[in-house]
């Protein structure tokens, strides 16, 4: 198991499962994110990319971020850092850097999880719905507020809820600044699964181990290929899927996907 030092996160690896965790750690300030932790959570991923580098195949497998405390999985940006700049440029550092926080999460190769219990409001909605898939426990509120401060969401909130939930939708959430419950929140088609407070450590468990037996490079040519469809145009993004599904057919996990099959055995993948 490997562990690295941050102020603002905790930050975790698990070379027998690779399984990987990022954790908001500002429970006195409800998650409340700063620009320290922005920086973090971008180096986080990068030490995530890196170990990647540095292995004989995928060191990944999923990464699950979740937050300290028993209150918010984040409240939002950090109001007080936003006070006193007058300057467009100093302004503008704000949504660049946080933009860069989400893309961060939401482009690592690797499918990312988040798990969230209890208050999920501004910039830490942005950064569960940078994520891949979001569970959730039914105490956890959510919410795009933004709109109160004469702002709309700076880490692209209404663009990236627009392809979740829909665009009028994301346009009514992110325009009223309402506050939604867990259960509004899957019917809205904005989290994956709500459970009891108690369970959810459990099932998100069992979902990553799930995704953790999976062929690694399949489960990052999937990401890829659905994160695409946002990029170019629905044609081009067919396309672009079977290139990967020509590159995918001549791997070794592929090899052995097959045998595995053939042999009527569990398949053991190494992300080769």
Known sequence: MSDTEFDTIEWHFDEDSGIGSVTL???????????????EVIEAFDRFAELDDEADGVAVSAVVMDAAGDKAFSSGLD????????????K????????????AIESYEAPVVAKVDGLCLGGGFEF??????????????????????????????????STIIGVSQAKE??????HISAEEALEYGAVNEVHPGEELDDAVDEFVNTLA????????????????TRQV???????????????MSQTDDHAEGMEAFAEDREPEFHGR
């Open 128 to 161: 569960a719905i940078a994520c891949d898939f979001r569970y959730v426990s039914e105490d956890s509120t959510f919410g795009q507020p933004e709109v109160n401060f004469g702002l709309l969401p700076g880490g692209g909130a209404a663009q990236r809820l």
């Open 25 to 39: 750690d500002r429970p006195d300030a409800m998650n409340a994110i700063d620009e320290t932790m922005q920086r």
């Open 92 to 103: 503008k550092m704000i949504p660049d850097l946080f933009s860069d926080a989400t893309d």
């Open 79 to 90: 109001l007080g850092e936003m006070q006193g700049l007058d300057d467009h440029d100093e």
């Open 173 to 178: 959430l992110c325009m009223t600044g309402k």
């Open 213 to 228: 037996e999976k062929p690694p490079l399949a489960l990052r040519a999937i990401k890829d290929a659905s994160n695409m």
């Open 233 to 247: 145009g629905y044609e081009e993004a067919i396309e672009y899927g079977g290139h990967i599904w020509v590159t």
